[in-house]
């Protein structure tokens, strides 16, 4: 790639610890992090990209080593090794840079022998997240389409023998001698029972579509507030509930009852995962709001979005199904429908926004994004 080689000519002229001279003052104007390691792979240089990549200033980044920044440094290593053995011109490579506490790092790096004696190795680092981001958002898309389709279908094919399968059990029951009633009859009720159970699951499945989209001015807070007093009014003690609103927020249009139902069904959802905390008394749900600008949704770019948070300080998501929470019918929760999360995704793709998940162990975030006038 000619601009690594440039920018390694450039970058050449200067040696150790390297401050912002003339010579290397226009690596600042680049969008992709410039980092220069020594033979000791001790920092000794990073433009104004890197800075704000790593969270920290080339004061404080020249007195370490740059794989000691990350608890994953041994692809790191590799990469910068294999440059510095001059086995290939410049070398890229997909990374994931593990941070204590702090987001991992997706980035793009080039790595490249710099043409002196040091051995010191040039690294260029393209963060891939917004990319990844926009693959991910994709995929929920064409996920949720598929999930939508699937519904309808396997609803309608469940629900057309149910009746029958209920009625023949009536009709049964009206046809039992008199004699073995009672016995028999407990039988016929496992079969209406069931049935009626699953027309009630049926019925479930099929409500976002059937139910008419009704549009109108939404302030989310309200929506946020309402949510609120329903999960504080059934755990009343050892759970708190935290606001963390940004009151410049606009009205917008939308289906109030189907936002509703949407943060009332991940946050019922996270109030039931916190039952350990709220028995010790420190179970905490956030309610974050911001706004959001120059955001894609749905191939759409928007100057502003409503960004909503709903943080919970539980166990986390099992990770066998955190890539399918969204799927219909998958739950981690023993007795749970595995419907509520898929009714939210519907709901909010409706109002053409997007949610996403991140989680770990005492820490789940739903990340919801909807358009704003």
Request: hydrophobic letters at 45%.
């Amino acid at each position: 790639m000619k601009i690594v080689t440039n920018i390694a000519r450039a970058a050449a002229a200067a040696a150790g610890a390297i401050p912002r001279s003339h010579t290397l003052a226009g690596l600042d104007l680049l969008a992709s992090a410039v980092v220069i390691v020594d033979a000791e792979g001790r920092i000794a240089f990073a433009n104004a990209a890197a800075e704000n990549m790593l969270e920290s200033s080339l004061k404080a980044l020249s007195r370490q080593r740059l794989c000691d920044l990350f608890s994953n440094p041994a692809e790191f290593e590799h990469v910068i090794a294999q440059a510095r053995a001059h086995k290939f011109s410049d070398l890229r490579q997909e990374l994931t840079l593990e941070r204590p506490a702090r987001e991992p790092l997706h980035v793009h790096a080039i790595a490249s022998a710099m043409d002196e004696p040091d051995g010191n190795v040039l690294l260029e680092l393209r963060e891939t997240v917004q990319q990844m981001k926009l693959d991910r958002e994709e995929r929920l898309l064409d996920q949720s389409q598929v999930n939508k389709e699937l519904i309808r279908n396997l609803a309608h094919e469940i629900k057309n023998p149910l009746g029958g399968i209920r009625g023949a059990a009536q009709l049964l029951e009206m046809e039992l001698p008199p004699l073995h009633l009672q016995q028999l009859r407990e039988y016929t009720q496992v079969i209406i029972k069931e049935a009626d159970r699953l027309q009630t699951l049926v019925d479930r499945l099929l409500a976002p579509h059937r139910r008419p989209h009704i549009v109108g001015d939404v302030n989310i807070h309200e929506v946020l507030e309402r949510v609120r007093s329903l999960i504080l009014a059934e755990f009343p003690a050892g759970l708190a509930i935290v606001r963390d609103y940004d009151a410049s927020l606009p009205e917008f249009r939308g289906d109030k009852e189907q936002l509703i139902q949407t943060v009332l069904n991940i946050a019922h959802n996270a109030a039931q995962a916190l039952a350990g905390r709220v028995e010790s008394g420190d179970a905490q749900i956030t309610f974050k709001t911001r706004v959001a600008r120059q955001v894609t949704l749905a191939k759409v770019r928007y100057n502003l979005a409503l960004d909503l948070h709903i943080i919970d300080n539980g166990p986390g998501i099992p990770p066998q199904i955190r890539d399918r929470i969204f799927y219909p019918l998958v739950s981690g929760r023993d007795g749970g429908s595995g419907l509520g999360l898929t009714l939210a995704q519907t709901f909010v793709h409706q109002h053409m926004g997007v949610i996403e998940c991140e989680s770990r162990p005492g820490f789940t975030d739903f990340r919801i994004l909807l358009p704003l006038p």
